[in-house]
Nanobody
Framework: QVQLVESGGGSVQAGGSLRLSCAAS????????MGWFRRAPGKEREGVAT???????VYADSVEGRFTIHKDSAKNTLFLQMNSLRPEDTGMYYC?????????????????????WGQGTQVTVSS
């Protein structure tokens, strides 16, 4: 089992920035995928960004160029730096993780692919 705890959410005005953190504990894997997902009010959860253990990164088109995913492997922590925030970025942001094999290719932005989830942290962007 992997435990994930998100932090760093908050309320900002459009154009502002936030940095989300996800602290991982429990079972560890030498090869893994970790990702950020979000659920806007009234919408389904969608993938934001993923990173595997060799730093192959995938971004959703909607955040490309504005968000940056990175990790501190020594501290088992995943980050999401969010710049130029827009009201449509509002939602609950979740951290996810799974064991991964390089033969599978890049990590997926599909939430059904991940067995481990955090409780989420709320991001609200006002216009």
């Amino acid at each position: 089992q992997v435990q994930l705890v998100e932090s760093g959410g908050g309320s900002v005005q459009a154009g502002g920035s936030l940095r989300l953190s996800c602290a991982a504990s429990g079972d560890t894997y030498s090869s893994y995928c970790m990702g950020w997902f979000r659920r806007a009010p009234g919408k389904e959860r969608e993938g934001v960004a993923t990173s595997d253990s060799v730093d192959d990164i995938v971004y959703a088109d909607s955040v490309e160029g504005r968000f940056t995913i990175h990790k501190d492997s020594a501290k088992n922590t995943l980050f999401l730096q969010m710049n130029s925030l827009r009201p449509e970025d509002t939602g609950m942001y979740y951290c996810s993780a799974r064991e991964w094999a390089r033969a599978w290719g890049s990590c997926h932005l599909a939430d059904t692919w991940y067995p481990f989830w955090g409780q989420g942290t709320q991001v609200t962007v006002s216009s």
